[in-house]
């Protein structure tokens, strides 16, 4: 033992004070947001506020569903996440195993160096060239422009990640499938992939968490309501409801929805890809 | 010479690397060549005449912009103080998070939970927590006496640059929380034990032998979030779209006014650069730091 018994008693309700805070201070605005918005009017606009609701009412999310665009919303979001992360993935394979096996070429490690200091680009600084890029290509307002530039932004953290994840397996599985006369992409998708799944999972949930949470490119580069993604289409809300925040929390609890239940079951890969990232910086 | 084998496994690399190289050059490296050239031309999307080469007049007219100072300002409060609460709170918490508690998984999941969420739907909520009109937050501090009356979190000049720097530092220090969960869990238990052993009571050996060893992971993630938070658009955007009167405005709010509102591609451009210059300074120092003590 370290520390003597009671100091250990008193350190433990400590922990578990602080741990209790941290909860409340984390939960709290998400419960809120939720109770919000099942709460009728009347009860909303009061000046004694109750997590209790007495009266329940789906009425803001048959206001947002069926009275807003937002069901087109959180289709694009969707979409473009998805396409996104299958894109960011699949170039972030090859690289990565490219940065993992040759880096004896001074060409791989020159691109190391390249998707190091790109990552370090932030997105804001690129906004103007890349309106205007994607406006001479004519591809404001497609889908085609967010994919692009979001699989640009995420490429980088995907390639380093499956790097680490290809660097933990040992090279000797590899030669004796090539003896055998496998290819190397053979090589990738029948050997290096399957044993490397969970990484696999983790470094696509950043890809999409990237994606559908992305804002200012979205909002920039959108400005056709068909074409609009999730997060500035709900914030364009903020104009249009003025202050009905019932059915803006509706709005909010049925965009984080997709991304409680992904985090509910991957939690794990999540903080496995947190730290990959924190660590190689 | 290299061998055959060695060539076939040079063309696969170059195969490999091809597709993420063609993207960061045509959206990474040649917009940012673009910047840095737009910033030294006239070009102006509503005064089409307008155009041709700047020289520095497109530096000289941001910097003598009205609120170019208290955007600068801004973005240095908003980025330290920023900073400072989300190692701060992600400190305490992964200490919290490292003793032997029951349903540790359980907790640590609850205080990712902001991280994950849309900055945007973070902000809103947070708005309508904060609105002085049934804010649960300020009827709750009017009934805990810390304030007479509802107040106006974001839209008075003295309190919304702050109060968006606290929903920021919810919204980001899970981060820290994990970063530095794994580093405190890489610390030796032997040489605690050691320190025990020599007499050094838990003070001690938290700010001698942990903290010391949290050095790095620690210079890391609070050097890329520096980064990360002076560049970050969404959040005063959402929140307060830089108002009341600028008094929120920091310099990427700055860029996209210049942009989308004025549609001054130079100036902007301008000011895209300086903040890369800026950038590119810190990066410098902290490389400097950093090999400096690895040598030392």
Redesign the interface.
Known sequence: MLISRRKQRILTIATYLVLAGFTFYCLMPFLWMFVTSIKPDDQIRTLNPSFLVKKMTFGHFDNVLNNSAFLTFFKNSLFIASVTTVAALLISIFAGYALSRFVRFKGVKLFGVAMMLSQMIPGVLLLIPLYLLMKNVSLINTYASLILAYTTFTVPLCTFMMKGFFDTIPYEMEESAEIDGCSRVGIIFRILLPVSLPSLVSTSLFAFLNAWNEFMFGFVFINDESHRTLTPGVSLFKGLYQTDWGSMMAASVLSVLPIVIIFVFLQRFLVEGMTAGAVKG | MLTLREKR??R??????V???L??LL??????G??LW?SFQLKNLLNKAENGFAGLANYAEVVKAEYFMTALRNTVIWTVLSVAGEYVLGL??AI??N?K?IGR?L????????W???????G??????L?P??G?LN?WMVKLGIIDQPYYWLGELNTALLTVVFVNI?RSF??FT??LL?GLQSVSRDM??AA?IDGAG?RRRFWHIVLPQLKT?SL??V??HI??TA????FI??MTEGGPLHSSETL?IM??RY??QEYN?GQ??AL?SM??GF?VAG?VLYYFYATRKNRG
């Not at chain 2, 696969?12 to 690397?17: P, R």
């Not at chain 2, 959206?27 to 940012?32: D, E, I, T, V």
């Not at chain 2, 809103?124 to 927590?129: E, G, N």
């Open positions: 496994a040079r696969i690399a170059v195969a490999f690397i597709p993420a190289l993207f960061f959206l990474n490296a040649f917009p940012l673009q910047v737009d305490v918490s919290a998070l003793q508690v998984t907790f640590r999941g609850v205080i990712i939970i902001p994950v969420v849309p900055i945007v739907i973070a809103m909520t947070w708005t309508w927590m609105t009109d049934y649960i009827i919810w899970p981060f994990i970063s794994a605690i034990e025990a838990v992971v890391t993630i050097f890329i980064i990360w560049v970050n658009f969404d955007w959402v990427p860029i996209y942009a989308m591609f902007a451009s895209a903040m890369l950038m990066f």
